[in-house]
T-cell receptor, first 109, second 111 residues
């Protein structure tokens, strides 16, 4: 069974700092990996999708990388802003989506 | 674009009552999913469907039923509600191996 782990569980940084969120998974036989953002009491918003054949994807200040062989993905957030405060979830796609428990990010003004 | 729409947003049920959580998507996605999210536990798959007329169990299907009569709709039925079913329920859809899109969730409390 696929296991997805996200470290750290919580992170607090001052505004403007660059940061990295980590996601690891146990089974490298995946179709893709998706990063989501979840605001309190809200649904999941898709940030980036990396197909298994890709190494990275970029959207604005966000960059996600994928190393399938080592079972790792990172989400890099540049020049963090208070509006980035949320929980970030990664999900790997096998026959279904398997989710990590998320990293709760707080960006302090 | 409406995307994935879930109703209701909130509901309180008494133990033993039944209800249906509605989910509809307008993106012509073939895959649809139901997840529950409990604090600190991540999202767990309840049921999923790869197309109209086809459903399959996920990790935590007990106490739930689903049907998929159309591409657009994927309702989740709770029979004989129990306190353990207190959770936030999310419906999602995707087209094959492409990105998944989620609804805004239904917060269910069973008392």
């Amino acid at each position: 069974k696929q296991e997805v782990t996200q470290i750290p569980a919580a992170l607090s940084v001052p505004e403007g700092e660059n940061l990295v969120l980590n996601c690891s998974f146990t089974d490298s036989a995946i179709y893709n990996l998706q990063w989501f953002r979840q605001d309190p009491g809200k649904g999941l918003t898709s940030l980036l999708l990396i197909q298994s054949s890709q190494r990275e994807q970029t959207s604005g200040r966000l960059n996600a990388s994928l190393d399938k062989s080592s079972g790792r993905s990172t989400l890099y957030i540049a020049a963090s802003q208070p509006g980035d405060s949320a929980t970030y979830l990664c999900a790997v796609r096998g026959n279904q989506f398997y989710f990590g428990t998320g990293t709760s990010l707080t960006v302090i003004p | 674009n409406a995307g994935v729409t879930q109703t209701p947003k909130f509901r309180i049920l008494k133990i033993g009552q039944s209800m249906t959580l509605q989910c509809t998507q307008d993106m012509n996605h073939n895959y649809m999913y139901w997840y529950r999210q409990d604090p600190g536990m991540g999202l767990k798959l309840i049921y999923y469907s790869v197309g109209a007329g086809i459903t399959d169990k996920g990790e935590v299907p007990n106490g739930y039923n689903v049907s998929r009569s159309t591409t657009e709709d994927f309702p989740l039925r709770l029979e004989l509600a129990a306190p353990s079913q207190t959770s936030v329920y999310f419906c999602a859809s995707s087209y094959g191996g492409e990105a998944a899109f989620f609804g805004q969730g239904t917060r269910l409390t069973v008392v």
